[in-house]
């Protein structure tokens, strides 16, 4: 029933099979949602939207290294240097022309990481980028994503398969899942969640629970998508957190 203390702000791959996935621009705000109307509308392409008060974080990968990346992230996980890579691509929204490319390879390694811990305390966060799967793209476990610790950490927490009390942790993910070999790969965009009244799972544990939007709305691959997501924390003692998707700018759950 209560907030954990820091928010986080995370994008990764988790697959058991190789594939590029391509993330060309990450924002983080506390403003309302970045569209029509919204605090994107006043910055076409997003050309000097880092300046705005309420924005918290912008990668655009221009810079074009991951070295360039560091000073902006708590932590980037890169095993071998064989996951992350800044490629020339971008979607047409975009002023810029390079996007970073996520490669899992099943056997070597289970993706990678750009993780940030966000001060000061955020109670409610807007997180939007763009996507695009390889056009033979499988499905995948773990991808981007809002959350908190309590204490805060500059690393991702280990906790799979355990309780989330609201004080000490909270998780709301935004991936691709199956459901189960009901829906063609990667699958439709759901919430992967972990927080205080999550269910617990029929082996015991409790593993993430899974939040769809009525349509379960699927990512093409090999097209570029605009996701945002927005977590709100519940007051403490009352049941008004909040999570909401837009894909494309169109609401898709709230």
């Known amino acids: 029933s209560q907030r954990a203390c820091n928010f986080y702000g995370a994008g990764n791959v988790d697959s058991k099979m190789r594939h590029p996935l391509i993330a060309p621009f990450f924002l983080l705000h506390c403003a309302s949602q970045v569209l029509i ?11 000097g939207i880092q300046g705005h008060p309420a924005v918290l974080l ?3 990968f221009e810079e074009g ?29 975009s002023s810029g022309s390079k996007c970073l490319q996520v490669t899992a390879t099943l056997g070597e390694n289970t993706g990678g990481h750009l993780f940030k811990r966000l001060d000061p305390i955020q109670t409610r966060v807007f997180s939007r980028f763009y996507v695009k799967f390889a056009e033979d793209a499988p499905y995948l476990h773990h991808f981007s994503g809002l959350g908190g610790y ?4 500059n690393w991702p927490q280990g906790s799979a398969g355990k ?13 691709p899942n199956g459901s189960y070999g009901t829906l063609a790969a990667p699958g439709g965009w759901m919430f992967y969640t972990y927080w205080h009244d999550m269910k617990q799972s029929a082996d015991g544990g409790f593993w993430g629970n899974g939040l769809w939007p009525e349509e379960k709305p699927s990512p093409p ?32 759950t709230h």
């Open 37 to 47: 109307g919204g605090l994107g509308s006043s910055f076409p392409g997003d050309i």
């Open 58 to 60: 912008v990668e655009n």
């Open 65 to 93: 290294s991951l070295e360039a990346l560091r000073p902006r992230w708590n932590e980037i996980e890169n095993k071998d240097g064989k996951v992350l890579e800044i490629v020339n691509d971008h979607p047409a929204a």
């Open 150 to 153: 309590n204490p805060p950490t």
């Open 163 to 175: 309780h989330a009390a609201g004080d000490t942790r909270f998780s709301a993910r935004i991936e």
């Open 221 to 252: 691959r090999g097209q570029w998508q605009c996701v945002e997501i927005m977590v709100k924390c519940n007051e403490v003692g009352k049941s008004d957190g909040e999570l909401a998707l837009w894909l494309d700018g169109k609401l898709a």
